[in-house]
């Protein structure tokens, strides 16, 4: 995936790896569960 950018940014170092946390939150209300997914993409809509 940074590969594919253009320019590489100067932190990236292909030999280490990236880690990015997920943080999700699962609420539960009985007959309604709400996964809320902070992070990702996904995230954004």
């Known amino acids: 995936m940074i ?3 253009n320019p590489v ?3 990236y170092d292909e030999d280490e790896s990236v ?3 997920q943080c999700a939150y ?3 209300g009985g007959d309604v569960t709400l ?9 954004m809509d």
């Open 35 to 43: 996964l809320i997914d902070t992070l990702s993409p996904a995230s």
């Open 19 to 21: 880690h990015i946390p």
């Open 3 to 5: 590969e594919e950018m």
């Open 9 to 11: 940014p100067n932190w």
């Open 26 to 28: 699962l609420l539960n």
